[in-house]
Structure formats: structure tokens, C-alpha cells
């Protein structure tokens, strides 16, 4: 169903935008030639690869671009008023007042030195002074309320690190909307989020949408812009290359670079397949009449075939169980009886790895992916059960460091986020140099050795002495896959190595996992929230909630015929851009049975 809105109140119309820096991209702009009308009630997406200019565009509607920013348009008007020549105290009148930003990542964006009510209440102190405390109290928990945040009295007096992260990013919506402003501009509002949090996050939004507030969604999710998305403009290189009805676009891509975003999203077709070689092809597919589409002419080359190897367990965990105690309340250990105020963050989990094979783990945020993750790299000590690791024992009751120390090196880690992990005073050869040190090579063999590793993921010699701020996410994220084959291990960790890139450079980086996954004879513990990027690399799947394995099976079975009631909820939370091209609308009635927390 498309919705019209003609004749809705317009809220921005902007032809023509550019936007530069004079110490950028050698004076030009940055963004060029970009027109943009959002109306009340409507939700328009931009989609598009980091860089692409989206956020910068976003942010020029609140004065937001940057110090330095020059900005000049053919139209500019904001709410009805020509903006270009806005000063700073007309922009604070527009933000907050008139538009309201939800940042992607809310435990930075909100401030960690007051309560979440103090932080919502300021927007209205500012854009409504006349009020009472009182009033304006009532209205901060009414719109907490309405965000689904549950005891908002309470919640109100907590602080940002004491939520969870889908409460942190519903008090950020609230921030935005509290001083009911007419639009809203949404950048990246659930990136990184599990799937349940992140279908309800999108519910709140769509609500909003329903009530007449207009939308600008940021996002490189095309399953999230199905979602909620009217009208969707695609932007490469600082201009729209493409734009549209989002079912339309999504369904029949005009221009070869929306193609390639649409080709590089991993899907239940992809597996086994390089994901950037997707091309489409016209004659490929016959799909059935009146039912042709983009999907139905993706045509991708194969991964490399997987070296055969004997069946050997490379990992065992038996009845592993973590247990913290809260404040005021003793420890468990080992075999004693749990304090009732003691949260139990792992229980009874059991699994193996075989050599060669991909075990993904999925579950929302909470569910024990992360204590696993730890306990299985020996970072963390178990409160029950045991870890075996080629055969020996690795961690829980009687495991030491120095005894497991030897088989360190063959059981590695690539993390989310490889900046924070990398020391920021290391260049790339420094960071490879330290996981070669156990390796036993002479200096020009950890030489000639770090260059390979570069070469094996795809970069070169010149970036051994580039540091990490100086590389983009896609490259950093290269160099965390190399460090970790440096000691040739066999057994990798990945915990969410995705989740914050964008479509293309996600794609690469799971076909780089994939090639060296079959040519190497690696085993992977693939942590994802994304149930798509789990089917694809997946040879095994385990389901966590509530620190349990509630399924566990074959990859595609459990993916064709979910058997717990968990597993099938987060299959239908998931934003699907396969289901939501099959609507023909965005999915704004989509209703998701409500979680706790």
C-alpha cells in the first residue's frame, strides 16, 4: 500500500545542495546537486556506503554540518523559512523545537554525568520554559511511556550505563521527541542493536510516522529502510544516483550502484557465494510471471571449495554456566548453590566445534553470546563446566593461565570494533610484529611475514606504517582478521566482526572470512546478531536466551523450520528486505510481541 502525501504540510525542500570543506576532497564538495523534500507523515530513507555523503546531508537540516561546512543550495527551507542564511541561535530554535536527531550509538550520545529524565527534560526546559517542573516532569515519563520504556518513574532516575542498550536508544528517541517536534531525523538508530530490540526501535519510529511526525531515516540496513521507508534516495559518491518509492527501488534497481547494494546483502541464496562478484543478469533466472524482480537476476561466482578434512573437535564446552553476584551478594563458585540475587549469565551450555566448520551463535543482547565468547577464549572464568581446546583443558575448575599458555596462540579473537582494540600508539606492522612474537622468526622473516598477512586480506606493504585512525572501518577491520591468522590458529573467534559496516565493505569482509576459511581449514565461532549474516557463513547454528542454548541444529533446517517458539520470534523481528519487497510497502503495522528490558 502507497501512501500519498501531496497535499501533507511540507517540512523541508532542498534543490540543488552542496556541501564542502575548503581542506577537503581539494576544495570540492563533498556532497553535490542534492534535492530533498520531506513531508509530514512521510519517512524518507538515504541509503548508501560510508562516505557516501548521507549523514553530512542529514545533519545540514539542523545546522549540523560541521565547523567550516560551506553550504549553498538553489532552495534551502527549512519549516517553511530559507535557511542559508540561518545564524546559530535560529538553528537551536530548529533543533529540538522544530526537528529532533537520534543518534546511532546512544551511550555516547548521552550524557553519562546526568539521569536519562534530566537528559530528556532539558529539551523541553529549552523549547517549553514556560511550564512547571512538575508539568514538564509528567510529560518526560508520558513520552518515556510512549517510547515503550517500562517504569519510566524509575528508569527516569537511572543513567545511561544502567540501561540496556535498546532502553539507551529509546531514552535518545525520547530526547528527540519530547518537545513534539514535526520531524525527525533518524542516523543509523539501529546499527548494532539484536533484532528483537532493533523491530522494536523501528515500531517506535513507525508510530511516530503514524501520528503525522516526518522522518529522515539514515541507514546503509536495506531491510530496515523496507521497513519504514516511503520515498528512498540512494547516494554514492556525495550525489543521488538514484531515488524513488522504496518498494520501486528496492524491487527494480535502475542504476548499477544500487544494484550492487541490493547484490551484496547475504540472503538464503547466498551461501557458498562471494557476495561482491553478485552481478545481475537478465536472462538468468525465469521467474515466474509478473514476478521478476532484482532478487531473481543476482547471479554470484563461488567461494573456493573447503579443504576436506578428518573429522576432529577442536572445541568442547560441557554444562558451562557464569554466574555474577550483584551487589550485596556473595560469589558463586563452582558446585556451591547460587545466591537467589545472583544473575546468571550462562547456563548449562553445551556445544562442539569440529575442525573446518562455522558455529554461529545468535541471540539478542543479554541472551550470554559475549560470557561465551569469553569463557571459550579463556578470558573469564566459568562458575560451572569445562572448556576442552585441542584436547586439553582450557578452562573452568583447575585451569590456570600459564598451563594453557602454549595453545594461545592457535585460538584467536577478531572483535566488533578493532579500533578500540588496537593500541592507537601501534602502526599495522607494530600490531602484526606483536602477534608474530610467539612464532619464533627472525626480523626479516616477521618482515616478509607481516606482508603476507597484509596481502592475505587484501591491503598491501604501504599500510604497515599507517595507523589505525588513519584507515577506514573496511580496512581496520582487515588488519584485526590479519592479526589474527598471524599465528595460525585454528580456532577464530568472531564476535559481531560485521555489524557496524556497511553493506559493501560487510560484504567484503565475509568474503575475505570465507576464502580464507575454505583455503586455510579454519574453524569459526561466528557471534552475530544478524540472522542473514548467520545463514550465510553458517554451518551450524546456536540460539541463546537467557544464557541458554534453546536450539541448535543445521544451519539451513533451523533457518526452513525454526522448532522453538524463540528462535521463530527472532526470525519475525528481523528486519527481511525479501518480505518487505513481497508487501509492496513499507512495514509500518508490523507488530512484535513486546521483551522485557
Same mark, same amino acid.
Not at 541509503?47 to 549523514?55: L, P, R
Not at 553519562?112 to 534530566?118: C, D, I, K, Y
Not at 539507551?168 to 514535526?182: C, D, H, K, M, Y
Not at 579500533?419 to 602502526?427: E, G, M
Given at each position: 500500500m502507497k501512501h500519498d502525501f501531496s497535499t501533507a504540510r511540507t517540512l523541508v525542500d532542498v534543490r540543488g545542495l552542496e556541501i564542502g570543506f575548503a581542506d577537503a576532497n581539494d576544495g570540492q564538495p563533498l556532497v553535490?546537486?542534492?534535492?530533498?523534500? /520531506?513531508? @509530514?507523515?512521510?519517512?524518507?530513507?538515504?541509503?548508501?556506503?560510508?562516505?557516501?555523503?548521507?549523514?553530512?546531508?542529514?545533519?545540514?537540516? %539542523?545546522?549540523?554540518?560541521?565547523?567550516?561546512?560551506? /553550504? @549553498?543550495?538553489?532552495?534551502? !527551507? %527549512?519549516?517553511?523559512?530559507?535557511?542559508?542564511?540561518?545564524?546559530?541561535?535560529?538553528?537551536?530554535?530548529?533543533?529540538?523545537?522544530?526537528?529532533?536527531?537520534?543518534?546511532?550509538?546512544?551511550?555516547?550520545?548521552?550524557?553519562?554525568?546526568?539521569?536519562?529524565?534530566?537528559? /530528556?527534560?532539558?529539551?523541553?526546559?529549552?523549547h517549553s520554559p514556560s511550564g512547571s517542573r512538575k508539568a514538564r516532569r509528567a510529560r518526560v515519563h508520558e513520552t518515556m511511556r510512549d517510547v515503550g520504556m517500562p517504569e519510566p518513574e524509575r528508569r527516569a532516575q537511572q543513567y545511561a550505563h544502567e540501561l540496556s542498550g535498546g532502553l539507551r536508544q529509546r531514552a535518545l528517541i525520547a530526547s528527540a521527541i519530547v518537545a513534539g517536534p514535526a520531524l525527525v531525523i533518524a542516523d543509523e538508530p539501529t546499527t548494532a542493536l539484536d533484532m528483537t530490540v532493533q523491530a522494536q526501535i523501528l515500531d517506535v519510529l513507525a508510530a511516530r510516522l503514524r501520528e503525522g511526525v516526518g522522518m529522515l531515516l539514515v541507514s546503509h540496513d536495506l531491510a530496515v529502510v523496507a521497513e519504514v521507508a516511503d520515498r528512498v534516495l540512494v547516494m554514492h559518491r556525495g550525489e543521488v544516483v538514484e531515488s524513488g518509492a522504496t518498494h520501486d527501488v528496492l524491487r527494480n534497481p535502475a542504476h548499477a550502484y544500487t544494484r550492487r547494494l541490493i547484490a551484496a546483502q547475504p540472503s538464503a541464496h547466498s551461501r557458498g557465494q562471494r557476495l561482491t562478484s553478485a552481478r545481475f543478469d537478465a536472462g538468468a533466472h525465469s521467474a515466474p510471471q509478473g514476478r521478476a524482480d532484482a532478487a531473481s537476476l543476482i547471479v554470484r561466482d563461488p567461494l573456493p571449495p573447503r579443504q576436506s578434512t578428518a573429522r576432529e573437535t577442536l572445541l568442547q564446552v560441557e554444562a558451562l554456566g557464569k554466574r555474577y553476584g550483584r551487589r550485596g551478594a556473595r560469589y558463586a563458585t563452582a558446585g556451591s548453590a547460587a545466591d537467589a540475587g545472583d544473575f546468571v549469565a550462562l547456563d548449562d551450555v553445551s556445544f562442539d566445534v569440529q575442525r573446518g566448520e562455522v558455529v554461529g551463535i545468535v541471540g539478542e543482547s543479554g541472551s550470554g553470546k559475549s560470557t561465551c565468547a569469553k569463557l571459550v577464549l579463556g578470558l573469564a572464568t566459568p562458575s560451572a563446566g569445562q572448556v576442552r581446546f585441542l584436547g586439553a583443558h582450557w578452562n573452568g575448575e583447575g585451569a590456570r593461565e600459564p598451563a594453557r599458555r602454549a595453545l594461545r596462540p592457535k585460538l584467536q579473537y577478531i572483535p566488533q570494533d578493532p579500533l578500540s582494540s588496537f593500541d592507537p600508539r601501534y602502526c599495522v606492522r607494530q600490531l602484526l610484529e606483536e602477534a608474530l612474537s610467539t612464532a619464533g622468526l627472525g626480523a626479516q622473516q616477521v618482515r616478509d611475514r607481516t606482508v603476507e598477512l597484509l596481502e592475505q586480506v587484501g591491503l598491501d606493504a604501504r599500510y604497515l606504517e599507517r595507523r589505525p585512525l588513519s584507515l577506514?572501518?573496511?580496512?581496520?577491520?582487515?588488519? @584485526? %582478521?590479519?592479526?589474527?591468522?598471524?599465528?595460525?590458529?585454528?580456532?577464530?573467534?568472531?564476535?559481531?566482526?560485521?555489524? @557496524?559496516?556497511? !553493506?559493501?565493505?560487510?560484504?567484503?569482509?565475509?568474503?575475505?572470512?570465507?576464502t580464507l576459511q575454505a583455503e586455510l581449514g579454519l574453524s569459526l565461532l561466528f557471534i552475530s546478531h544478524d540472522l542473514d549474516v548467520i545463514r550465510h557463513v553458517s554451518d551450524r547454528v546456536l540460539v541463546f536466551k537467557d544464557g541458554r542454548v534453546v536450539e541448535a541444529g543445521d544451519a539451513q533446517r533451523l533457518f526452513v523450520a525454526p522448532r522453538h517458539a524463540y528462535t521463530r520470534l527472532l526470525m519475525s523481528s528481523a528486519p527481511s528486505l525479501r518480505r518487505a519487497k513481497e508487501e509492496g510497502s513499507a512495514g509500518r503495522a508490523r507488530e512484535v510481541e513486546p521483551l522485557a528490558g
Amino acid at each position: 500500500m502507497k501512501h500519498d502525501f501531496s497535499t501533507a504540510r511540507t517540512l523541508v525542500d532542498v534543490r540543488g545542495l552542496e556541501i564542502g570543506f575548503a581542506d577537503a576532497n581539494d576544495g570540492q564538495p563533498l556532497v553535490r546537486g542534492v534535492d530533498l523534500t /520531506i513531508r @509530514a507523515g512521510e519517512c524518507v530513507a538515504l541509503v548508501g556506503e560510508s562516505g557516501s555523503g548521507k549523514s553530512l546531508t542529514a545533519r545540514s537540516l %539542523i545546522g549540523l554540518a560541521g565547523h567550516g561546512a560551506r /553550504i @549553498a543550495a538553489r532552495q534551502f !527551507v %527549512i519549516d517553511g523559512r530559507h535557511a542559508l542564511q540561518f545564524r546559530e541561535r535560529d538553528w537551536r530554535g530548529v533543533r529540538g523545537g522544530f526537528a529532533g536527531l537520534v543518534m546511532q550509538d546512544a551511550l555516547v550520545s548521552l550524557d553519562p554525568l546526568r539521569t536519562v529524565g534530566a537528559e /530528556i527534560e532539558e529539551t523541553l526546559a529549552l523549547h517549553s520554559p514556560s511550564g512547571s517542573r512538575k508539568a514538564r516532569r509528567a510529560r518526560v515519563h508520558e513520552t518515556m511511556r510512549d517510547v515503550g520504556m517500562p517504569e519510566p518513574e524509575r528508569r527516569a532516575q537511572q543513567y545511561a550505563h544502567e540501561l540496556s542498550g535498546g532502553l539507551r536508544q529509546r531514552a535518545l528517541i525520547a530526547s528527540a521527541i519530547v518537545a513534539g517536534p514535526a520531524l525527525v531525523i533518524a542516523d543509523e538508530p539501529t546499527t548494532a542493536l539484536d533484532m528483537t530490540v532493533q523491530a522494536q526501535i523501528l515500531d517506535v519510529l513507525a508510530a511516530r510516522l503514524r501520528e503525522g511526525v516526518g522522518m529522515l531515516l539514515v541507514s546503509h540496513d536495506l531491510a530496515v529502510v523496507a521497513e519504514v521507508a516511503d520515498r528512498v534516495l540512494v547516494m554514492h559518491r556525495g550525489e543521488v544516483v538514484e531515488s524513488g518509492a522504496t518498494h520501486d527501488v528496492l524491487r527494480n534497481p535502475a542504476h548499477a550502484y544500487t544494484r550492487r547494494l541490493i547484490a551484496a546483502q547475504p540472503s538464503a541464496h547466498s551461501r557458498g557465494q562471494r557476495l561482491t562478484s553478485a552481478r545481475f543478469d537478465a536472462g538468468a533466472h525465469s521467474a515466474p510471471q509478473g514476478r521478476a524482480d532484482a532478487a531473481s537476476l543476482i547471479v554470484r561466482d563461488p567461494l573456493p571449495p573447503r579443504q576436506s578434512t578428518a573429522r576432529e573437535t577442536l572445541l568442547q564446552v560441557e554444562a558451562l554456566g557464569k554466574r555474577y553476584g550483584r551487589r550485596g551478594a556473595r560469589y558463586a563458585t563452582a558446585g556451591s548453590a547460587a545466591d537467589a540475587g545472583d544473575f546468571v549469565a550462562l547456563d548449562d551450555v553445551s556445544f562442539d566445534v569440529q575442525r573446518g566448520e562455522v558455529v554461529g551463535i545468535v541471540g539478542e543482547s543479554g541472551s550470554g553470546k559475549s560470557t561465551c565468547a569469553k569463557l571459550v577464549l579463556g578470558l573469564a572464568t566459568p562458575s560451572a563446566g569445562q572448556v576442552r581446546f585441542l584436547g586439553a583443558h582450557w578452562n573452568g575448575e583447575g585451569a590456570r593461565e600459564p598451563a594453557r599458555r602454549a595453545l594461545r596462540p592457535k585460538l584467536q579473537y577478531i572483535p566488533q570494533d578493532p579500533l578500540s582494540s588496537f593500541d592507537p600508539r601501534y602502526c599495522v606492522r607494530q600490531l602484526l610484529e606483536e602477534a608474530l612474537s610467539t612464532a619464533g622468526l627472525g626480523a626479516q622473516q616477521v618482515r616478509d611475514r607481516t606482508v603476507e598477512l597484509l596481502e592475505q586480506v587484501g591491503l598491501d606493504a604501504r599500510y604497515l606504517e599507517r595507523r589505525p585512525l588513519s584507515l577506514s572501518g573496511g580496512q581496520r577491520q582487515r588488519v @584485526a %582478521i590479519a592479526r589474527a591468522l598471524a599465528p595460525q590458529p585454528a580456532l577464530i573467534v568472531c564476535d559481531e566482526p560485521v555489524s @557496524a559496516l556497511d !553493506v559493501y565493505v560487510q560484504a567484503q569482509v565475509l568474503d575475505l572470512l570465507g576464502t580464507l576459511q575454505a583455503e586455510l581449514g579454519l574453524s569459526l565461532l561466528f557471534i552475530s546478531h544478524d540472522l542473514d549474516v548467520i545463514r550465510h557463513v553458517s554451518d551450524r547454528v546456536l540460539v541463546f536466551k537467557d544464557g541458554r542454548v534453546v536450539e541448535a541444529g543445521d544451519a539451513q533446517r533451523l533457518f526452513v523450520a525454526p522448532r522453538h517458539a524463540y528462535t521463530r520470534l527472532l526470525m519475525s523481528s528481523a528486519p527481511s528486505l525479501r518480505r518487505a519487497k513481497e508487501e509492496g510497502s513499507a512495514g509500518r503495522a508490523r507488530e512484535v510481541e513486546p521483551l522485557a528490558g
